[in-house]
Structure formats: C-alpha cells, structure tokens
C-alpha cells in the first residue's frame, strides 16, 4: 500500500492510498486519518475525488457524529485522561509535554499534537505497567514483555510467550475501560481463545468487562486526540 497526499474535493480533505489487491474505489473516515480513499493501483487519481464528491453527504455525517463524540468525551481545550479531564495550556517555546496537576502544559506550534501523543505514550507505559503487573500477580500468569501501540482498530493483544501489547489511546477511555482490557489480555495468558474458560476466568477477575466492552463497541472510534 501507499499513502498518497491529502487532496480536496468539495471542500473535504482527504488522502489516497493506493492498495495493490483492491477491486474498487473504496471511501472510509478514519478516526485518526480523516477522509481516506482506497484505490487500486491502477485506478486514475480523478475517481478518488470523485468517490468523494459522490459521497460528500455521508462523509460529512460521519465527520459530524465523530466530532460530536470528542466533543462528549472532552470538551474543547482539554484532553480525557482516564476518569479526568486535562486543561490543555500551550505555552511558547515548550518542546515536550509535561502534566502540571489538572493541566497538561503543550508547545504552541505545530508540534503540540506529536508532544502530546508521545507524553500519552510515555503515561500509558506506566499506567499498564501497574495494572499488568497486580492482574497478572493475582492471576498467575507472568507475562515477557509490554509494548505500547498505536493500532488502528485493537486495543490490546497477547502473543505466544507472554508477550502483551497494549493502545496507548486506551488512557483517552475511562479507568474502567482501560481495566476491562488489561484483564482480558491477561486471562489470554492461559487461554489463548474465547471459549467459555476464558469468559469465566474474565468474569472472575473484571466483573464488569460487559458494561466496558460495550462503551468501547460505541465509542472506540472517538478515542483520538
């Protein structure tokens, strides 16, 4: 696949990615990328944008309901971090992000937005790292290793060995949530499937994971920064 640069039709802006085995124009709204359209290699740039045209309404609607849905979960000027909301202050000058109590302190540029996934990333680290380490304790169930991601659609995964891996956009996601799927790649330690073992174990430890799993289903999509 490769990614082309945004265009614009109709006043929406959009990228192209160019995906070897497609068939056909294919139009999506990606939370983190905006507009993007799949086209075959070798479709001509001109029926991208008119895809686009083509579907202006919807994608319209689907920007809409996804800025309605970041709206709800932070209003404007501050950023969800688990059950609290970050004052986010630029300040000129600043290169890192930096949490100053109920403030997080950002540059003024344009390099606000990579400072601060990069702070979320660093927070994530230490914020799975506690969980991981009590839920596998009172699971026995060591795990190898931790990584943090930044995937487009999973949460959570655990590989053959111990090896866990984890979104850093889950602390954008309630306390809950965040827990809910802690405990589900820990119970994958000792079963590698979904099978009624592993629910029951899930259900042993995380009470709650249906009510949490539900709030992702919903509102995974509005987990961006």
Known sequence: MASGPFENS???PYRVRRVARARRVRVRVDPQHGVEV???SRAPLRAAAAAVAELAPWIERQLAELAGARERLA???TLPYLDERLVAVPQAGRKRAHRSGGALLIPADEGALPAIERWYRRAARTEIALRLDAATAAAGTPYTSLTIRNQR???GSCANGGALSFNWRLLLAPERVLDYV?????CHLRHADHSPAFWALLETHCA???QAAGWLRENGNALVL
């Open 153 to 155: 659609t999973r949460w």
């Open 208 to 210: 709650g994971w249906r």
């Open 10 to 12: 109709a006043a929406i």
């Open 75 to 77: 209003p404007a000027g």
């Open 38 to 40: 799949l086209l075959p």
């Open 182 to 186: 802690v405990w589900h790649e820990v």
